[in-house]
């Protein structure tokens, strides 16, 4: 605890041996009085080696401790010196630092155990770890900690019976824990010194009562009974109530009334008034009737006078409701169910479908018994830190810390850094044991839901003061201190963020109002500096930051009060609440159905939402100290005016619908664009001209179509469901049949083209019929399909816009899940289509190209579907993407050509970084043909002067990109890359 405090302590130590000595007792010792069934670490008559240490600063001291068995905590002890004086608090925190109970000390004796009994008792759950503590304004306290005192931390102290035990030093990451702090409510304690044991304890009561929950305001009461218990309706449906809080709170829970029919699984929701998605969580432990209800894993903040919408799912159908229960509302003060017959969008909601969604059909006043549990006051949950999967995978200078039961944690590697071309290792935070798994990494990402607990957190910010570059997603509240931000005041659900371009890491990026799909937290700054602003909308800015950013010692910690990964899925993918709905006029749920009711901001639409912002993380983690190359998102093309270095910005991925009508097209068309190439051209090169179709079974014949295909262009199948849509499925068995039943009818149609060339990127028939978030792409990841093409940029009804990056990206990226499983199908979004009107807009063509290659920076592959069943619309479609692409003289290649070249760019790897004094080394293996890589122009003050593959030197040049300038030089051969910088 600091050179001072050590020796205060021999001093005292000496003090007491001269008292022992001379037959004096140096304090009187008190015993602990247990209330019945009470048990505690340390016996009622145990007593410190030393007594007081001499230290008069204000110290929080704590202990680490685990329970073998379920139980409740009841109160906390310590034990006191006659100096120890003040004001005394004390505290139960989880791990991560949440506070789970506080008590202040009263009616203490003069010294010896002294102990204080919480408002209510607090459950415990087995093999988990917890920290008792207590405030000592006054210093003074007591301690063992010498390997001959008899009761230090050195090894694990456990409880008469068991049922207790305070935690081995070295196995829980130091104990005990002390935090000096000013704050008259003590801190959480986080630091540890030589295995000390401040003799704080805890008293836990066995299989003690479960505590009551946090005082909550309902709804209905616990005897409302619906006017029909399980109506006859057996079809799944998500249902629900639109709701208000008079006052801001917050939401623990969902209730629903069960009849005894509603069987199945429930899973019960809080959505926001505009369909977003606050918490979640699984109905357990139900009655055969009557109202069941389920906690959230954290209580929801909500605001005062505004619209919620609470859910649950009855997978069998069988709900209870109310005729017109809601036509007038519901008042309970101070929650309000909303009148129906005058509400917006009505009262009682509902929606049928497979899968828990958010319910958007709406009735003038049906009451399906859907409840909150709301509180004003907020209890913090208690935070474990999951079982870590092995080892690290992957390999870079940037490591992210995972949480092995969040799986967006995993996109952070595995799709978003990947889609950047930035090289990156994972582990999960329960492998953050040591500094030295900190050591090889220059930027360690902590994702969401991954906590750290006292010790990891001290591992992180000893790094960062010697020079690490930290970055937190949504951080939890025990790294405030670290990151120099307060306590959340609210949270702001699917809004805008605007980041500060006038300095690093945000030159170079557009300046506009960016849209984000998640839940980000409200947190003031308190010594960061904001480097992007929450904004509530477009135009409307908040206080607070959207990402931060503080230099600590000789390192720099930053923080996202969003997590990144969820909303680039969300924003590529859509509201998964909407996911399986049929949410325009069309009667099939689509893809282009989750960016409806205002999901997509219109006027962003010609925006890389998602990009830009990963762009602002690819910044923040490419810093001058630690500058490091990445792959770039397209091959090395030509080297002329247009593409210095043959730095290539765009390409167009030509495809077409093929649905074997009398007029196919195809084959015209790809013999039109093959007279159109360049004679001598390199198609590995993308120098040619080619495209793709995606045709029906009988189109055209086989051999022309592998003739073809041996030549570079693609041809692969329209999954269609015998023309229907691939309409009839709700399970991925279904699913299934539709596919290989047309996988069947086309290779048996194509056989030699099978053979030589599997089918590697799809579009269904009508875009497909998507009944859920995911399950199209794990169907295609089954048939070996790579790509996936049915994001498409329809209907009009949603996207009548020209530049359509509806999915906030021109980049392709893998796929998820709604709960951020990937799925390992990438999303080529379809930018345009022939469709409603039958032309392809020549304009907005231009300007996507224009954009890309621009000062814009809006880089991408962008899609265009022109069908091959009409002569006239094929060649006007073809015609207008060649004028466009021979104006920008960039290429027009095939699925298959951009898939291809995507996965290799992935699978090349970039290890063992090393830097030193003007000169960064790294290896490269198993490169993509034609690969770009960019390494900054800028290490410290010096400048890139040469770059040498083993011995071999390599022509660069320089381009800025995102506000970052870099030395641009091929790298399509293996070996060991040495950049110099004078």
């Given amino acids: 605890m600091g050179r001072k405090n050590i020796m205060q302590r021999s001093m005292a130590f000496i003090a007491m041996l001269i008292l022992s000595c001379s037959g004096i007792t140096p304090f009187l010792t008190l015993s602990r009085v247990h209330a019945v069934g009470s048990e505690s670490i340390w016996s009622g008559t145990a007593t410190p080696a030393h007594i007081d240490s001499g230290d008069g600063n204000s110290v929080e001291l704590g202990v680490k401790f685990t329970v073998a068995v379920s139980g409740t905590a009841t109160g906390v002890s310590f034990y006191k010196a006659a100096a120890n004086t003040g004001t005394h608090v004390g505290h139960l925190w989880s791990s991560t ?547 210095p270095n043959g730095l290539l910005k765009a390409a167009f991925i030509m495809t077409g619908d093929d649905h074997a009508t009398p007029s196919s097209q195809t084959l015209t068309r790809f013999a039109s664009e093959t007279a159109a190439s360049p004679a001598g051209c390199n198609v590995a090169a993308w120098t040619c001209i080619r495209s793709t179709s995606y045709a029906y079974a009988g189109a055209f014949n086989d051999a022309s179509a592998k003739s073809y295909a041996d030549a570079g262009f693609e041809v692969s199948p329209h999954i269609s469901e015998s023309g229907n849509c691939a309409a009839d499925w709700s399970t991925q068995s279904q699913l299934e049949s539709i596919f290989s039943s047309d996988l069947n009818g086309w290779q048996s149609s194509f056989p030699t083209l099978n053979a030589a060339h599997s089918p590697l990127t799809e579009r269904l028939h009508c875009y497909g019929i998507w009944r859920d978030y995911a399950t199209v792409a794990k169907e295609e990841a089954v048939h070996g399909i790579k790509a996936d093409m049915n994001s498409s940029c329809w209907p009009n009804a949603l996207f009548n816009v020209g530049q359509c990056l509806f999915t906030g990206s021109g980049l392709p990226q893998n796929m998820a899940d709604s709960d951020g499983t990937l799925t390992g199908v990438n999303q080529f979004a379809t930018q345009a289509t022939d469709e409603n009107p039958s032309t392809v807009d020549q304009t907005a063509l231009n300007t996507l190209i224009t954009n890309a290659t621009g000062a814009n920076g809006y880089y991408g592959y962008f899609t265009v579907l022109g069908h091959l069943d009409n002569q006239s619309i094929s060649n006007q479609t073809e015609a207008s993407v060649l004028s466009v692409a021979a104006n920008n003289d960039i290429p027009v290649i095939s699925g298959a050509q951009a898939q291809t070249f995507w996965a290799a760019r992935n699978a090349t790897a970039i290890s063992n970084p090393v830097y030193a004094t003007g000169k960064i080394t790294f290896t490269v293996s198993n490169p993509a043909a034609n690969l770009l890589m960019l390494q900054p122009s800028k290490y410290g003050t010096k400048t890139v002067s040469t770059i040498k593959n083993g011995t071999t030197t390599i022509a660069f040049g320089t381009q800025i990109i995102n506000g970052v300038s870099y030395a641009v030089f091929p790298a399509a051969s293996a070996g060991t890359y040495t950049i110099t910088y004078l």
């Fill in 97 to 643: 630092g949440g506070k789970m109970a506080e008590v202040t000390f009263s009616g203490e004796s003069a010294s010896g155990w002294q102990t204080a009994t919480f408002a209510a008792p607090v459950a415990l759950t087995p093999n988990t770890t917890y920290i008792a503590s207590y405030l000592a304004p006054a210093g003074h306290y007591s301690y063992d900690s010498a390997t001959a005192d008899p009761s230090n931390l050195t090894n694990a102290i456990a409880s008469t019976n068991g049922d207790i035990t305070a935690l081995a030093s070295g196995t829980a990451g130091g104990n005990g824990v002390y935090n000096y702090t000013s704050s008259p409510s003590g801190g959480f304690p986080i630091n540890s010194y030589q295995s000390s044991n401040y003799w704080v304890d805890v008293l836990f009561t066995p299989g003690g009562t479960t505590p009551p929950p946090p005082p909550a305001t309902t709804i209905y009461s616990s005897n409302f009974v619906p006017t029909e218990p399980a109506t006859s309706d057996s079809n799944s449906a998500s249902l629900g109530v639109q709701f208000q809080a008079q006052t801001a709170g917050y939401i623990s829970g969902i209730r629903f009334y069960k009849g005894g029919t509603n069987t199945g699984t429930h899973v019960g929701s809080l959505w926001t008034g505009k369909h977003t998605l606050l918490a979640q969580a699984t109905f357990t432990n139900e009655t055969a009737t009557g109202w069941q209800d389920v906690r959230f894993a954290d209580m929801v903040p909500v605001a005062a006078n505004t619209t919620y919408i609470a859910s649950y799912f009855a997978p069998n159908g069988h709900y209870s409701y109310t005729s017109g229960g809601l036509a007038s509302g519901i008042v309970n003060t101070p929650l309000v169910a909303l009148p129906g017959n005058s509400t917006p969008g009505g009262n009682g909601v509902y929606s049928y479908g497979a899968i828990p969604q958010v319910p958007i059909k709406a009735t003038t006043g049906s009451d399906y018994a859907v409840d909150v549990d709301f509180s004003s006051t907020y209890i913090a949950p208690t935070i474990t830190q999951p079982a870590p999967r092995g080892g690290v995978t992957g390999t870079g200078s940037v490591l992210v810390l995972t949480d092995p039961t969040n799986h967006f944690s995993d996109n952070y590697c595995n799709a978003i850094l990947q889609t950047k071309g930035i090289a990156c290792a994972a582990t999960d935070t329960g492998n953050l044991t040591a500094a030295s798994v900190l050591t090889p990494y220059h930027t360690v990402i902590l994702a969401d839901g991954a906590p750290l607990t006292a010790n990891q957190v001290t591992l992180v910010t000893n790094w960062v003061n010697a020079g690490g570059n930290f970055i937190a997603m949504k951080p939890a509240d025990n790294l405030n201190n670290l990151l120099g931000l307060g306590t959340r005041d609210n949270i702001l659900p699917d809004a805008y963020i605007k980041i500060d371009t006038t300095q690093s890491p945000g030159n170079g990026i557009d300046a506009q109002t960016l849209q984000f799909h998640s839940v980000a937290d409200e947190r003031p700054l308190a010594g960061a500096r904001a480097i992007a602003l929450l904004y509530s909308d477009a135009s409307t800015a908040t206080s607070y930051p959207a990402v931060s950013t503080k230099t600590v010692g000789s390192g720099t910690a930053s923080a996202w009060m969003y997590d990144l990964a969820r909303s680039v899925v969300y924003t590529r993918e859509g509201n998964p609440g909407l996911a399986g709905q049929a949410a325009t006029s069309d009667s099939y749920p689509r893809m282009g159905d989750r960016f409806a009711f205002g999901y997509l901001d219109a006027t962003k639409a010609a925006v890389p939402q998602a990009d830009l912002q990963v762009t602002l993380l690819a910044n923040q983690i490419e810093t001058t100290k630690y500058p490091f190359p990445i792959k770039w998102a397209f091959p090395s093309y030509k080297v002329d005016a247009n593409h």
